[in-house]
């Protein structure tokens, strides 16, 4: 046997393990998941096949379309906070200042706070009755009665959104932290001998510099936002009126939480959503090539 085949086989053997545990946790199931979408099932004994009923059945449910919609009001209003306010604190915390850490510790903490905790706190925050925001506005003369934020349905999904973007703001600050300090000086500081201004220098330099790492953001964000499922249901579990039914509290509750549990239908809806997440991370991975990548 050549020296290059014995490579070949040498490298395959190490990789053996890893392919195995690949196809049993990842491609076994991804397959197997697809079958179920096919067959109606309510989870305990036989399947009963149905094709593409599933898919029909769904593509034809208003419910579907307004989760939908919810998902991308959720996924525009909460990219574009994230993403602009962490570009903005990346810009302030990029500096050597004394303590500076301190504050970015701060920004970072609720990244890591689970969501069932922020789901709660939160709640606590916006009760009409003991709320802490509630309380402040009033103190402050901004309004004269309690506003029921989670309970009122042209309120209650910004408001979930709201919390979205002060839990995530902080990660896309590490992210653009990071591109911010792989920047080259020596571009501002050509750019200070030819008398550029500050907003110039952060138009011309920083923001393209910045390019990838926005795409980058802008992709985690989207993902996210079409895959928010903790927060909604701990909060409002879809309510009320279904004013904050996102694709997976409605994939939730006709799996799970209804009488008639079906998880063919339930898991439809999840390959759906994995279409649509496919397809937003590949045309963010070709806008992320389309120049100097």
Not at 270 to 289: C, D, G, H, P, R
Request: hydrophobic share 50%.
């Amino acid at each position: 046997m050549s020296r290059a085949r014995k490579n070949t086989v040498l490298a395959y053997a190490f990789l053996t393990p890893a392919l195995i545990l690949f196809f049993t946790f990842i491609v076994y199931p991804f397959i197997y998941g697809f079958y179920i979408s096919l067959n109606k099932w309510n989870g305990f004994g036989p399947m009963k096949f149905v094709g593409f009923n599933n898919y029909a059945s769904v593509l034809k449910d208003g419910l579907f379309y307004t989760s939908l919609l919810h998902n991308v009001i959720y996924a525009l209003i909460s990219v574009v906070g994230k993403v602009g306010l962490a570009l903005l604190l990346a810009l302030l915390l990029n500096h050597s200042l004394k303590g500076i850490s301190v504050f970015r510790g701060i920004f970072f903490t609720p990244v890591v706070i689970s969501f069932v905790a922020v789901g709660i706190l939160w709640q606590r925050i916006y009760d009409p009755n003991i709320g802490l925001l509630d309380g402040l506005l009033q103190t402050l003369g901004l309004m004269h009665t309690p506003i029921d934020w989670l309970g009122n349905p042209n309120l209650s999904l910004f408001s979930i959104i709201l919390v979205d973007i002060w839990k995530w703001t902080g990660y896309h600050t590490v992210i653009y932290l990071a591109g911010l300090q792989i920047i080259s000086r020596d571009f501002y500081e050509s750019a200070d001998i030819d008398g550029a201004t500050a907003w110039q220098k952060l138009r011309y330099i920083t923001l393209p510099q910045l390019r990838q790492m926005t795409i980058i953001n802008i992709t985690i964000a989207c993902m996210g936002a079409f895959s928010v499922f903790d927060l909604v249901y701990i909060m409002t579990n879809g309510g009320p009126y279904q004013s904050t039914s996102v694709l997976l509290t409605y994939m939730y509750n006709i799996t799970f939480a209804s009488s008639n549990s079906n998880f063919g239908y339930g898991t439809t809806v999840a390959y759906l959503l994995f279409v649509i997440i496919l397809a937003i991370s590949i045309v963010q991975i070709k806008n992320m090539n389309a120049k100097d990548y």
